[in-house]
């Protein structure tokens, strides 16, 4: 069997792995970074704003000295860990808490641009050249009597933002490779409770497929695999034993051949070298003719038999006078009835009863039900057929008061090719096909036939029909 579903399904797990990895290590870090960009620009901006209220205002409001607001700044920046710068609006730094106060060195600083933010509070660059390492630089302006005065600038390193960012990531990782390898769960899972049973099923199919329809195999599931299973091996056991079935049916048909074949051959063989004298030629010819006669017979049922396997359900289903067909049927064996001196007792429902079925069918039916009744019934006896309704449904008993049929035998005779021991001597030239030809012939109507027999009282067979639409109610 080749594995390739289960490489498909380790390859699928190793493409999630290598996915996750790469989402987690590009946009989980820039995503970040981001966010603690701007969480850290939030708190800074909020504490420019209060300088600029504040320390900032005060100084241009000329209500506190330089020197004070720096010391304030110093202590602010040393809790906040960041630069504090009060810049004018042309660039000149007032105050740096990065640097001691000296009013005599003027620092300005190239290009400042308080419009460069555009739009936003903050900027992460170099702050115009004026730092070697990226910034966040938050601006918050310093108004005194209705004009921008400077503004409060708050410095803090990158670094630093990066660095917590990290440690964030390693968790990101450690909790990927943590669910990377509990995702081995689902591994573990398909490959108990897919893999596993599908490789059973497939085994067993090759085994069907090579023939081997009594291979067994056992799937403990309740789910669709466990049943697919089940189904299988359901199917392959149905074939096995459809298989046994031919096999037995063809060992019949051809035993049920033979012996007709050769004694015919025999007794032709010892015509022609003699050993029947030809004054003894008729009496033999006669059972000749009754062996042929039988393979006929058999030719017929096992035509019939297969027709209506074949055929299935394709009925020819007339409107028929049932009671009509009866007496007809058992017209046709008045001469056989005479023989045995045997009386056909018909009661009827009246002269005319329509069903609704396959006429040459069941006439059929009527006539191996017949023929068994006379066939297994003593001399001087009476065989009664009864037709009646009831639930808008026919019925038609064929009785006999004849040899009955043991109690074991009861289920087998619908079998094909079934004679029980007790009809043997009685019947030599009974095929065993008769009652299974019937059976299939009222299934395939939907009814059913049933038998009452005792040994030794006799036997009834009780069939029905459905009625035509005209004789329901
Ligand atoms: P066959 O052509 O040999 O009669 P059937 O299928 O018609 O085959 O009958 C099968 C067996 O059922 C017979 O061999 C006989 O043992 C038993 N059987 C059928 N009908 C009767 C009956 N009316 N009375 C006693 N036995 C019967």
Redesign the pocket.
């Known amino acids: 069997m080749k594995k390739t579903l289960y490489l498909k399904f380790i390859l699928a797990y190793f493409i999630f792995g290598v996915f996750s990895f790469i989402i987690v290590t590009t946009f989980v870090p820039s995503m970040t970074i981001e966010h603690l960009v701007r969480e850290k620009a939030e708190h800074l901006y909020v504490e420019a704003v209060r300088i600029a209220d504040t320390y900032a205002a005060g100084l241009y409001a000329s209500e506190t000295d330089l020197e004070t607001v720096k010391d304030q700044l110093d202590s602010l920046a040393f809790y906040l860990d960041s630069t504090i710068r009060i810049i004018n609006p042309s660039g000149r730094l007032v105050l740096d808490t990065d640097v001691s106060l000296n009013v005599e060195e003027e620092v300005t600083i190239e290009n400042f641009d308080p419009t460069a933010t555009s739009g936003s509070y903050y900027m992460v660059n170099d702050f115009f050249g004026n730092f070697d390492r990226d910034m966040i630089s938050v601006f918050s302006p310093i108004t005194y009597r209705y004009v921008v005065k400077g503004y409060v600038v708050i410095h803090c390193d990158m670094q630093e933002i990066q660095e917590s960012c990290n440690s964030l990531l390693n968790i990101s990782y450690i909790t990927l490779v943590i669910l990377f390898l509990l995702s081995l769960i689902i591994l573990i899972f398909f490959t108990e409770m897919v893999y596993i049973p599908l490789r059973k099923i497939t085994y067993a199919t090759e085994q069907y497929a090579s023939g081997n329809m009594h291979y067994e195999f056992q799937v403990e599931s309740d789910d669709e695999i466990g049943y697919l299973a089940a189904c299988l091996n359901y199917m392959a056991s149905q074939i096995a034993g459809a298989e046994d079935d031919q096999k037995k049916f063809v060992a019949n048909v051809s035993h049920d051949f033979r012996s007709p074949l050769t004694s015919v051959r025999g007794y032709l063989e010892a015509m022609i070298d003699g050993t029947i004298p030809p004054e003894m030629h008729d009496k033999y010819l006669n059972i000749v003719l009754n062996e042929t006669e039988r393979l006929t017979?058999l030719t017929n049922?096992l035509l019939s038999l297969n027709n209506l396997n074949t055929k299935g359900m394709l009925l020819d289903r007339t409107d028929f006078n049932i009671n009509q067909i009866l007496r007809t049927t058992a017209a046709s064996f008045e001469g056989t009835c005479r023989k045995k001196t045997i009386v056909i007792e018909m009661i009827l429902t009246g002269e005319e009863l329509y069903v609704t079925a396959d006429m040459e069918k069941i006439q059929q039916v009527l006539y191996?039900?017949l023929?068994?009744?006379i066939?297994?019934?003593h001399h001087d006896s009476v065989i009664k057929v009864e037709t009646s309704v009831k639930n808008n449904k026919m019925f038609v008993s064929?009785k006999?008061s004849?040899?009955?049929?043991p109690k074991d035998?009861l289920k087998?005779?619908?079998d094909?090719f079934?004679?029980?021991?007790?009809?043997?001597g009685k019947?030599k030239?009974?095929?065993?096909?008769?009652?299974?030809?019937?059976k299939e012939i009222i299934n395939c109507h939907g009814e059913n036939i049933n038998?009452i027999?005792t040994e030794g009282v006799?036997?009834e067979?009780i069939f029905s029909l459905p009625l035509s639409e005209d004789e329901e109610d």
């Open positions: 017979k049922s191996n039900l023929d068994n009744a066939k297994f019934s064929v006999d004849g040899i009955g049929i035998d087998l005779i619908w094909r079934y004679k029980s021991d007790l009809s043997r019947d030239k009974g095929t065993g096909l008769g009652l299974s030809i019937v038998v027999s006799g036997s067979f």
